[in-house]
């Protein structure tokens, strides 16, 4: 069974500091990995994905992971946080194999100060 | 596109009522998936379809949840009776599966306040 682990519940930045959200993950074959981000009373948005190729994804809104297959896990990045980037961010995996659904973490909610 | 699109936005009722959920999908794609999020338990998945058929619904609750995909423009996520503990956000989203990998598109969730 695939699933994701976000060992955080929160996470505290300071603005124009690089941020990290930790995310691992758990599927039998090779994943298929996502991060959202969703704003208070409204739905997920996509922020970027990893299917194959560069270790390395850029996504919306300057955040970036990196997947890394031995360590089973796919960090959210940014260089230097904004206080807009405060939200919730959830990531989510899938198996390459078949037609599955995404399963999420529980989220960490990322707070920047000022 | 407009998105996927969930009606109502808000939604309060008296425990034991019916009460029914609305999802249009993207236009042309293909999976639907109906979750619930609460402050406890995140972000569940309670069913999900492929070209209309109902897959997986091993994540629905009770009995009291069903769900249907009469066409490939429109679900439907029924609780009847309503309790209160399914006072939730619930989210539909759609995706295209079959032609690369896509992500899933969210609606902006319906929020069930059962009394």
């Known amino acids: 069974a695939q699933s994701v682990a976000q060992p955080e519940d929160q996470v505290n930045v300071a603005e124009g500091n690089p941020l990290t959200v930790k995310c691992t993950y758990s599927?039998?074959?090779?994943?298929?990995l996502f991060w959202y981000v969703q704003y208070p009373n409204r739905g997920l948005q996509f922020l970027l994905k990893?299917?194959?190729?560069?270790?390395l994804v850029k996504g919306s809104y300057g955040f970036e992971a990196e997947f890394n297959k031995s360590q089973t896990s796919f960090h959210l990045k940014k260089p230097s946080a904004l206080v807009s980037d405060s939200a919730l961010y959830f990531c989510?995996?899938?198996?390459?194999?078949?037609?599955?659904?995404?399963?999420f973490g529980k989220g960490t909610r990322l707070s920047v100060i000022a | 596109d407009a998105g996927v699109i969930q009606s109502p936005r808000h939604e309060v009722t008296e425990m034991g009522q019916e009460v029914t959920l609305r999802c249009k999908p993207i236009?042309?794609?293909?999976?639907l998936f109906w979750y619930r999020q609460t402050m406890m338990r995140g972000l569940e998945l309670l069913i999900y379809?492929?070209?209309?058929?109902?897959?997986?619904d091993s994540g629905m609750p009770e009995d009291r949840f069903s769900a249907k995909m009469p066409n490939a423009s429109f679900s439907t996520l029924k609780i009847q009776p309503s309790e209160p503990r399914d006072s939730a956000v619930y989210f539909c989203?759609?995706?295209?599966?079959?032609?690369?990998?896509?992500?899933?598109?969210f609606g902006q969730g319906t929020r069930l306040t059962v009394v």
């Open positions: 989510a995996v899938r198996e390459i194999a078949g037609n599955t659904p995404l399963v």
């Open positions: 379809f492929n070209n209309n058929v109902p897959i997986d």
């Open positions: 990893y299917i194959t190729g560069d270790n």
């Open positions: 989203a759609s995706s295209l599966v079959g032609q690369g990998v896509t992500e899933a598109f």
């Open positions: 236009s042309g794609h293909n999976s």
């Open positions: 599927v039998s074959g090779n994943p298929y």
